[in-house]
């Protein structure tokens, strides 16, 4: 039993190597059709800047976005048309949060956080593929963007500075 | 006999010299352009295609077309057909797997050569093959014996129809070798001429009679030279043959024509300052054709009829001094602004073959002056003992003379370190293009070491890009440094600029703009870029 913990602990550890400098999502699956809580995973500042901004690109197909408010920090929404429309408990959405920021914090280099929004992921979102959330994280006149999505057959280790995603599942 | 073959002579001049101001204001302006490649650039093929296909925006005419495989290898492709606008070619093997490079040069109807490469890869991508620049060792030399033929004309042909007009008391002896030495030199120069238009376009000498050829020769400066050649080869043949009222005059206006030959092209000649390096061109040539000339007819009149060639050498020994001056202070200069840094010498092929003519006129203006001080007094006395090492000297004096001449038309392939310094500072462009967005890039200078970069970014379809940041990655992963990243500032015009940019080493380094387009969105398109050596 200890040897199992041990192995799993090992291949956590080095599964997840390559993703610790990076902004992950906790939860890196879902299944299409089904809501999902965003935890995004901030590690660090911009090369020992102190983060004050985090902005969310909200991805066609994610709908009913509500994003979680934080002590500190200034929350707001931008909405905008989605390319088309979805149904949604007998609702019929057309419009939406496209972007989530969550500004004026203070989030030191050496401390870590997490920002949190909830979302539905639409059913005839294709299931199988990856779905980005690009995200930039300001701080002060310095920037990272996360947004970097791997084209077709490039390896997604390959990029400096990918953009979050999950793995689509298929409909429960 | 003699009259007829001096009015035709006349004739040839006057047709040459019409055919050259009707040919060389002819230029058209617009030139070919490519319009769509089969395979498209950048394609990416499951297997290997039976044919290419290149459209240009006129009916064009290929000169070369060249396909680089994976491993650097080329194959030529000589089975093409034409099609309006379209060039068909055939593919004759299976190509393997990875990057082919499509390399095509064509002439359209305006004589004006263009040329560019296709890439498309078979199977998936691989590193795109260097085509290094392939040397064509049987036109070079037919180049390099060209210009000789021509040298041997203009000077022991051209000066030695002087030296008999204006020296030589028994004009006979020494005649056949002239004449030879013009018909080398008649010979020479429309060869030369054709060859210039197949080096000019990059051709392989089995084109050599294609009517492209010989246009775009005619659109060379070197045009000039030939045709003053030719014409200054006429007149010497007319002093020799023609009317004696028209030897002295005619043999004059030859000489100075050599001169005028030889200022109206090449390296020296195209050295600034002009009004100081054309004349010193002029002063240079016509100074070699009245000293070389003279040797051959000397020599022979000395062998064969010693007591009527002490006029000959009285005449020559007295001149010789002032025009060797002018010969060396005119080539001291020339050599002082083409090579400008003493250490060129020996860095450069130029500087080289510079020190390889100086070693030879070493030895040249030593027998020259044995000639001149210690036997020539002797020999005009009648001693005959003296008189045949004259002869003996004088052959070797032509011998050193003709490898002189081997050696300056070597310079035809070696570019004076005037103009590589000019080079150097010319900078390195690349044009990126993807389905997202394109770019030009200079570096300036296009050397290792400090320089600047300027990025023009467009959309893929030519729109304006309106990028939010620009970021420079410059790479180089065979060298073990670390990725060069460099942000770009916007400028004034449009352009995106990095100064103060440090290149570390040359060679192939892989330049990546990381162009960002909107906040969420960064498009990175990225090309190799070859950085010369400093």
Redesign the interface.
């Known amino acids: 039993m200890n040897k199992y913990l041990l192995a799993a602990g090992a291949l956590c550890a080095l599964g997840t190597n390559a993703a610790l400098a990076h902004i992950t999502l906790e939860t890196q699956e879902a299944a299409v059709g089904s809501t999902y809580k965003a935890v995004l995973r901030m590690p660090h500042g911009c090369e020992g800047k102190a983060t004050t901004a985090v902005r969310v690109q909200i991805p066609e197909g994610v709908i009913a976005v509500k994003p979680m408010p934080k002590p500190g920090w200034t929350l707001q929404v931008k909405k905008g048309k989605y390319e088309k429309s979805y149904q949604l408990y007998g609702e019929t959405l057309t419009t939406g949060v496209k972007e989530v920021d969550w500004s004026g914090g203070n989030l030191p280099d050496e401390f870590y956080d997490e920002f949190v929004f909830r979302a539905s992921l639409a059913a005839d979102l294709p299931a199988g593929q990856m779905l980005y959330f690009p995200v930039v994280q300001e701080c002060g006149d310095a920037a990272e963007r996360w947004i970097e999505i791997p084209a077709a057959g490039q390896d997604e280790d390959a990029l400096e500075t990918p953009a979050p995603g999950i793995k689509l599942l298929p409909k429960k | 006999m003699n009259r007829m073959l001096a009015g035709s002579l006349v004739w040839l001049a006057a047709m040459l010299v019409a055919m050259a101001l009707l040919v060389v204001p002819g230029r058209a302006l617009a030139h070919a352009a490519l319009i769509a490649t089969d395979p498209a650039d950048g394609a990416v093929l499951t297997q290997s295609p039976g044919k290419f296909s290149l459209t240009f925006s006129e009916p064009v005419s290929p000169l070369v077309l060249t396909l680089v495989r994976p491993d650097g290898s080329q194959l030529a492709l000589t089975s093409f057909r034409l099609k309006d606008q379209t060039v068909e070619i055939d593919n004759p093997e299976a190509l393997k797997s990875g990057t082919h490079v499509l390399s095509w040069r064509v002439v359209s109807v305006d004589g004006h050569p263009v040329g560019g490469s296709a890439l498309f890869s078979i199977g998936a991508l691989s590193a795109a093959p260097v085509a290094g620049e392939a040397v064509d060792w049987t036109l070079r030399a037919m180049i390099w014996l060209g210009k000789l033929f021509l040298y041997a004309g203009l000077f022991l042909g051209i000066g030695g129809a002087f030296a008999l007009a204006w020296l030589a008391e028994e004009r006979r002896r020494g005649q056949c070798f002239v004449i030879a030495a013009l018909v080398f030199g008649l010979v020479g120069a429309p060869l030369s001429l054709g060859l210039q238009g197949l080096d000019a376009l990059g051709a392989p000498l089995a084109r050599f009679a294609t009517p492209a050829v010989w246009k775009t020769a005619l659109e060379t400066s070197f045009v000039w030279t030939v045709l003053l050649g030719l014409i200054a080869l006429g007149l010497a043949l007319l002093s020799l043959a023609g009317p004696s009222g028209l030897r002295k005059p005619s043999a004059s206006v030859a000489l100075l024509g050599v001169g005028a030959a030889l200022a109206a092209s090449g390296h020296a000649s195209a050295a600034e300052p002009q009004w100081l390096t054309r004349p010193l061109v002029f002063l240079h040539g016509t100074a070699i054709a009245f000293w070389a000339g003279a040797l051959a007819p000397l020599g022979l009149a000395l062998r064969q009829q010693p007591a009527e060639a002490k006029a000959f050498l009285r005449r020559l020994s007295r001149a010789i001094l002032p025009v060797v001056a002018v010969l060396a202070a005119s080539g001291i200069v020339l050599a002082i602004i083409q090579v400008q840094q003493p250490v060129a010498l020996i860095h450069t092929a130029y500087g080289r073959l510079l020190l390889l003519k100086l070693t030879l006129l070493l030895f040249l203006f030593t027998l020259a002056a044995i000639n001149r001080w210690t036997l020539t007094a002797p020999a005009v006395a009648g001693d005959t003992e003296v008189q045949r090492r004259m002869v003996r000297s004088i052959g070797i004096e032509v011998a050193i003379v003709l490898a002189i001449f081997g050696v300056a038309a070597g310079w035809r392939f070696t570019p004076p370190p005037r103009a590589l310094a000019i080079a150097a500072a010319q900078p390195v462009s690349i044009h990126i293009h993807t389905l997202k967005a394109m770019a030009d890039l200079s570096i300036t200078p296009g050397h290792a070491g400090e320089v600047a970069a300027s990025m023009m970014i467009m959309t893929g379809d030519f729109g304006p890009l309106d990028a939010k940041e620009v970021t420079l990655v410059l790479s180089k992963p065979d060298s073990g440094i670390e990725p060069i990243k460099r942000p770009a500032r916007k400028s004034g015009d449009g352009t995106w600029r990095i100064g103060n940019l440090v290149i570390p080493l040359p060679g192939r380094w892989n330049a990546r703009l990381d162009i ?1 387009v909107s ?4 498009v ?1 398109i990225q090309a190799p870029i070859d950085i010369r050596a400093e």
């Open positions: 960002l906040d969420f969105e960064v990175k």
